[in-house]
């Protein structure tokens, strides 16, 4: 898979969809992934999504708040498809990385980073 980020950026429940309270900041991902490779690519991002940083362990950040106005990125991707969407993501505080990654191996390389911004 290929992944643009398309932009990064820290929202208010209301902008995000919700009325629920984070636990720390939301934060808006929009990304557009495409599959590079010659077989499918399944994307499951629910529950699979981690953010970490020099001094927080990596934790689930996923919800199921405003999911945005694109496209649903989890999805099966046939050759050559792409599609660009949003995902909302419940994070500690500012800045770190957030990491996908599509197995139930813990020693497993992430799919794809995504550098959060500071402010």
Same mark, same amino acid.
Request: net charge neutral; aromatic share 6%.
């Given at each position: 898979?290929s992944v643009t980020v398309v932009s990064a950026k820290y929202v208010t429940p209301a902008k995000a969809g919700t009325a629920n309270k984070p636990q720390g900041q939301y934060v808006e991902l929009t990304l557009?992934? %495409?599959?590079?490779?010659?077989?499918?690519?399944?994307?499951?991002?629910?529950?699979?999504? %981690?953010?970490?940083?020099?001094?927080?362990? $990596?934790?689930?950040?996923?919800?199921?708040? =405003?999911?945005?106005?694109? $496209?649903?990125?989890? $999805?099966?991707?046939?050759?050559?498809?792409?599609?660009? =969407?949003?995902?909302?993501?419940?994070?500690?505080? %500012? =800045?770190?990385?957030?990491?996908?990654?599509?197995?139930?191996?813990?020693?497993?390389?992430?799919?794809?980073?995504? %550098?959060?911004?500071? $402010?």
């Amino acid at each position: 898979m290929s992944v643009t980020v398309v932009s990064a950026k820290y929202v208010t429940p209301a902008k995000a969809g919700t009325a629920n309270k984070p636990q720390g900041q939301y934060v808006e991902l929009t990304l557009t992934m %495409k599959d590079t490779c010659r077989a499918p690519a399944r994307v499951m991002t629910y529950g699979n999504l %981690k953010r970490e940083d020099s001094s927080t362990a $990596a934790q689930d950040v996923t919800t199921l708040e =405003g999911v945005g106005t694109g $496209a649903s990125l989890d $999805a099966e991707y046939k050759p050559g498809q792409s599609v660009t =969407g949003e995902l909302v993501l419940d994070v500690a505080r %500012k =800045g770190g990385v957030v990491s996908y990654t599509y197995t139930e191996d813990p020693d497993a390389e992430a799919v794809f980073k995504v %550098k959060l911004p500071t $402010a």
